[in-house]
């Protein structure tokens, strides 16, 4: 969403306190894992165990100037996240847990900017929530990984727990992704929000894969919902299609998906049809990429376009856009029923990084540019520094955002990140 609003879904961070909601389903993913654990019991003590433990270390400073809703800030967010792996033969344990804490001048400029928050509303596990938060300055933690998996041989595995997954197929915009999807706006996310789930995988050949998943929510506003979903997908002609189909958050949907070569060119597109309450909704995007090589160096470009028909048709709309339930679980990357993005990084040596990324609102007309350099100062070190500057008209004569980048303050960044 653009920085405008972002403050709206500052109230998600914190339904519980602590740890503390229904204890009982922290208590079904042990048991999963135990069970998992019992089918490998033959293998497992007789099999090499392997463990491995790492952490990542992010600080980022940020200063904007005044906009129509806002005064000038700063703030400074930093995160430490601890990811650990104990795997054997047949079982694979994955965990990990990370602190974010922010500082921020005035109440109003926490932005959620990389927040542990994005994408988890409605998880069902009670594995996250505040620690503690003042007028300026709020601490969460989250588990956001704590998953079993089962390796069946190379024919089958199974996944129970808090996990990564993603359908995505193009790589800005994608609307036919209906777990989590990055939040193309948002440069301080390295890591994909984990999810609540029971995963099946099986491998039918080498080049085709069946998955299915099973996902409970609890939405503070929806109440519980489920998420059933099977895809198969498999490479016909050097093309990867795909295609999947079931209930997405208690609604029926269906969607396709294609990625091949074209002239040189990869050509992504992912398509999505979804019915609730006898209305049908699209969604869909389209994009290339290709990498060019300029004198030695390469320079890497995607240009994506998406209709979202969850999205909003012009300012008019954006309020029961934000209002909708699929914009209060994060399924909408930006407000836009059109948008537009191209995406340009260059590396002009091989410690320089340099990227800009340029976001359109083509149903509103307004424009947010975030242009970005990065450093590596060290095998683990990586310094970055970027800009989001938004244009466009910026309020109605009511007073309210006229377009969704318009509004948006001038934003700088400076950030320093680290694995351990």
Same mark, same amino acid.
């Given at each position: 969403?653009s920085?405008?609003?972002?403050?709206?879904?500052n109230?998600?961070?914190?339904?519980?306190?602590?740890?503390?909601?229904?204890?009982?389903?922290?208590?079904?993913?042990?048991v999963?894992?135990?069970?998992?654990?019992?089918?490998?019991?033959?293998?497992?003590?007789?099999?090499?165990?392997e463990?491995s433990?790492?952490?990542?270390?992010?600080?980022?400073?940020?200063?904007?100037?005044?906009?129509?809703?806002?005064?000038?800030?700063?703030?400074?967010l930093q995160?430490?996240?601890?990811?650990?792996?104990?795997?054997?033969?047949?079982?694979?344990?994955?965990v990990?847990?990370?602190h974010?804490?922010?500082y921020?001048?005035?109440?109003e400029?926490?932005?959620?900017?990389?927040?542990?928050?994005r994408g988890?509303t409605?998880?069902?596990?009670?594995?996250?929530?505040?620690?503690?938060?003042?007028?300026?300055?709020?601490?969460t933690?989250?588990?956001?990984?704590?998953?079993?998996?089962?390796?069946?041989?190379?024919?089958?595995? =199974?996944?129970?727990g808090?996990?990564?997954?993603?359908?995505?197929?193009?790589?800005?915009?994608t609307p036919?992704d209906?777990?989590v999807?990055?939040?193309?706006?948002?440069?301080?996310?390295?890591?994909?929000?984990g999810?609540?789930? =029971?995963?099946?995988?099986?491998?039918?050949?080498?080049?085709?894969?069946?998955?299915?998943v099973?996902?409970?929510?609890?939405?503070?506003?929806?109440?519980?919902s489920?998420?059933?979903?099977?895809?198969?997908k498999?490479?016909?002609?050097?093309?990867?299609?795909?295609?999947?189909?079931? =209930?997405?958050?208690?609604?029926?949907?269906?969607?396709?998906?294609l990625?091949?070569?074209?002239v040189?060119?990869?050509l992504?597109?992912?398509?999505?049809?979804r019915?609730?309450?006898?209305q049908?909704?699209g969604?869909w995007?389209i994009?290339?990429?290709?990498?060019?090589?300029i004198?030695d160096?390469?320079?890497?470009?995607?240009?994506?376009?998406?209709?979202?028909g969850?999205?909003?048709s012009?300012?008019?709309?954006?309020?029961?856009?934000?209002a909708?339930?699929?914009f209060?679980?994060?399924e909408?990357?930006?407000?836009?029923?059109?948008?537009?993005?191209?995406?340009?990084?260059?590396?002009?040596?091989p410690?320089?990084?340099?990227?800009?990324?340029t976001?359109?609102?083509l149903?509103?007309?307004?424009?947010?540019?975030?242009?970005s350099?990065?450093?590596?100062?060290?095998?683990?070190?990586?310094?970055?520094?970027g800009?989001?500057?938004g244009?466009?008209?910026?309020?109605?004569?009511?007073?309210?955002?006229?377009?969704?980048?318009g509004?948006?303050?001038?934003?700088?960044?400076?950030s320093?990140?680290?694995?351990?």
């Amino acid at each position: 969403m653009s920085l405008v609003f972002r403050r709206i879904r500052n109230n998600d961070v914190g339904r519980t306190d602590a740890l503390s909601r229904a204890p009982t389903r922290l208590v079904l993913i042990l048991v999963g894992s135990v069970l998992l654990t019992q089918m490998g019991l033959p293998t497992f003590a007789n099999s090499q165990t392997e463990t491995s433990l790492s952490g990542y270390l992010l600080n980022v400073g940020v200063a904007n100037n005044d906009g129509p809703f806002n005064r000038g800030s700063v703030s400074d967010l930093q995160r430490i996240r601890l990811m650990g792996e104990l795997a054997t033969e047949d079982i694979r344990f994955d965990v990990a847990y990370e602190h974010l804490f922010s500082y921020f001048n005035r109440p109003e400029a926490n932005t959620g900017l990389g927040g542990t928050n994005r994408g988890g509303t409605g998880l069902w596990l009670g594995l996250q929530g505040r620690v503690t938060s003042g007028d300026h300055f709020s601490w969460t933690h989250k588990i956001d990984r704590l998953s079993a998996t089962f390796l069946g041989s190379r024919s089958f595995e =199974i996944s129970v727990g808090r996990q990564s997954i993603s359908w995505a197929t193009t790589l800005i915009f994608t609307p036919a992704d209906p777990f989590v999807p990055f939040d193309p706006q948002d440069p301080f996310r390295e890591f994909r929000a984990g999810v609540d789930a =029971i995963r099946l995988k099986v491998f039918p050949g080498s080049l085709s894969e069946l998955d299915i998943v099973l996902r409970l929510t609890d939405d503070l506003f929806s109440g519980t919902s489920t998420t059933a979903l099977g895809r198969f997908k498999s490479v016909v002609g050097g093309w990867e299609v795909g295609g999947w189909a079931g =209930i997405l958050f208690d609604d029926a949907v269906a969607a396709l998906s294609l990625t091949g070569d074209f002239v040189g060119t990869s050509l992504r597109s992912e398509f999505q049809v979804r019915d609730i309450a006898g209305q049908t909704f699209g969604r869909w995007s389209i994009g290339f990429d290709r990498n060019f090589l300029i004198g030695d160096n390469d320079l890497f470009a995607i240009l994506e376009y998406q209709y979202d028909g969850f999205g909003a048709s012009g300012s008019d709309q954006f309020v029961p856009t934000i209002a909708t339930p699929m914009f209060r679980r994060g399924e909408l990357q930006v407000l836009a029923e059109h948008a537009g993005a191209l995406q340009v990084s260059y590396q002009p040596h091989p410690l320089l990084s340099l990227g800009m990324l340029t976001m359109a609102s083509l149903s509103d007309g307004s424009v947010l540019f975030v242009p970005s350099i990065g450093y590596s100062a060290g095998s683990e070190l990586s310094l970055s520094a970027g800009a989001f500057m938004g244009v466009g008209s910026e309020t109605t004569p009511l007073g309210l955002p006229d377009s969704e980048f318009g509004a948006a303050p001038t934003t700088l960044y400076v950030s320093a990140s680290t694995f351990f």
